[in-house]
């Protein structure tokens, strides 16, 4: 029936979900086939290549066209984001080539990967978005336009309260990290690219309709797109990896430790695949762990000014005597953990997150209630979703040094563990990981959505899509 060719952003979580949306189309309609453009450099090389290797030899029907290497200079760049746009937009003879010699019947591209729409275009390829976060961050990209109109100004600076379709007020300074400064180029990239998505054929979401109906029903309403019709929304999630026990890295030793505690008594922190916290901070959560008393999984990565030849480099960092002290309650694990199936274990009974959309879906899917601890990128609009909106999620408050104090650590481990509150959380996300199941069964949400899109790829669908888009 042809071939979709899909265009991930140059790092792992959005590369891992995208072979997730692969998986999904091959599985339910066996008669496509996928090719992922993929795109490396020094930043993101090794992790991308072992993964592209694992899944080519497993998944045959999932096949991976690599971009010719463009040579970069890191330290030119003001931030991650800016490295993702610049490599992207430098590809784009080399996206039109591919394309040209692959003839996909659509395009399936990530928010960073827009400058691909323009290559897409000239071949008359319909182009499709997928959005690895969720819905609620969806909301304030199309709506940012609107609000770049509407708040003249720096997010950073305005003291003020964020107002968008179907979402709680945001706090200004709680907006997604790169458009928090007006004059960034950041800020002038997302905005060109929320410009962008209203022309695409259709925009797919890594979520399901009740895990955010609010948000979802504002942008199946048009309330977002201003001036122009909003493209189909396909709700299609929750897509994420699945665990498999023992990932053979040597972090399996967290598994077995899980597998001698009790049922429920585990608190699991950790902050994502780039979350990092100052020495102060670290010893500030070690504290805090042990005055709780509960059991913990913890996952420490090293800051970044710190340097050391040592190989415990943690003990370091952590207070005198801590993991001496708290050998019988608790594991630290250095750099990764294999959280897909630590959270799926039944001794873990609750998840201080980062709030990366990933954790939050893969923390839904297997029952376990939150504390909400954002860092960057949009986890402060996710958080505030999670704990007003969904009720997922306990939040932790930040002290006026910006940081998270032990007596807060404390207070909310507790609270997640052992009050009311835990167990209203408790109830609400139990609830969300039947829906999320329910939405991926045969007549679920999700599944219907699948079918909708692909439906769209219909030889007399994808020509009227055309004639609409050029
Ligand atoms: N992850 C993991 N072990 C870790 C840290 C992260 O397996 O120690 C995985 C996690 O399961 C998730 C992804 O990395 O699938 C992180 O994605 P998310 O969207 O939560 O956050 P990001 O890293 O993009 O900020």
Redesign the pocket.
């Known amino acids: 029936m042809g071939t979709i060719v899909l265009y991930p952003a140059p790092a792992m ?1 959005h590369l891992i979900s995208m072979v997730e949306l692969g998986k999904f189309i091959i599985k339910h309609h066996p008669s496509y086939s996928i090719t992922v453009l993929t795109l490396t450099n020094s930043f993101n090389t090794g992790s991308i290549t072992s993964y592209v290797r694992h899944i080519s030899a497993t998944i045959p029907a999932i096949t991976f066209h690599h971009l010719p290497d463009i040579p970069l200079d890191l330290d030119a760049y003001p931030s991650t984001e800016a490295v993702i746009f610049d490599l992207i937009g430098r590809s784009i003879h080399n996206v039109a080539a591919a394309l040209g010699s692959i003839s996909p019947i659509a395009l399936v591209i990530d928010l960073f990967c827009t400058s691909a729409m323009a290559a897409a275009g000239t071949l008359g390829i319909p182009v499709y978005y997928f959005i690895t976060s969720g819905a609620c961050a969806l909301v304030e990209i199309l709506y940012f336009p609107t609000l770049d109109r509407d708040y003249p100004g720096s997010f950073r600076d305005m003291n003020r309260l964020i107002y968008s379709p179907g979402m709680p007020p945001i706090p200004s300074a709680e907006m997604p990290t790169p458009v928090l400064d007006r004059n960034s180029t950041d800020y002038s990239d997302f905005l060109l690219l929320s410009n962008y998505l209203p022309k695409s054929a259709g925009i797919i979401v890594n979520t399901f309709d009740s895990m955010e109906p609010k948000p979802i029903k504002a942008i199946r309403d048009g309330l977002c797109v201003q001036g122009q019709p909003t493209p189909p929304l396909y709700c299609i999630g929750p897509l994420l990896a699945d665990g498999g026990r023992g990932d053979g890295d040597g972090n399996d030793e967290c598994l077995k430790w899980l597998d001698l505690q009790p049922r429920g008594s585990v608190v699991y922190l ?1 902050f ?3 979350g990092v916290f100052s020495c102060d901070q670290l010893k500030e959560i070690a504290k805090g762990l042990e005055m709780s008393g509960h059991r913990f999984l913890w ?1 420490v990565r090293r800051p970044p000014n710190i340097i050391t030849n040592k190989e415990d480099w943690m003990s370091l960092l952590l207070p005198d005597g801590f993991l001496e002290r708290t050998k019988d309650k608790g594991i630290v694990v250095k750099d ?5 199936n630590v959270l799926s274990h039944e001794s873990i009974g609750g998840f201080v997150t ?1 709030c ?4 939050v879906l ?1 923390a839904t899917r297997a029952g376990v209630p939150m504390v909400a601890w954002p860092l960057y ?1 949009e986890q402060k609009v996710n958080k505030i979703v999670m704990v007003e909106e969904m009720k997922m999620a306990l939040p932790v408050e930040v002290s006026e040094d910006g940081k998270v104090a032990a007596v807060e650590v404390e207070r909310r481990v507790r609270q997640l563990m052992d009050s009311e509150e835990g167990r209203m959380v408790r109830e609400v996300v139990k609830g969300k990981k039947v829906d999320a199941a329910r939405a991926m069964s045969d007549d679920g949400s999700s599944r219907v959505a699948l079918s909708m899109l692909v439906e769209s790829w219909q030889p007399t669908k994808a020509l009227m899509t055309r004639e609409c888009l050029f």
């Open positions: 979580g950790c994502g695949s780039e996952v990764w953990a294999p959280q897909v980062h990366g959309w990933n954790s893969e990128a």
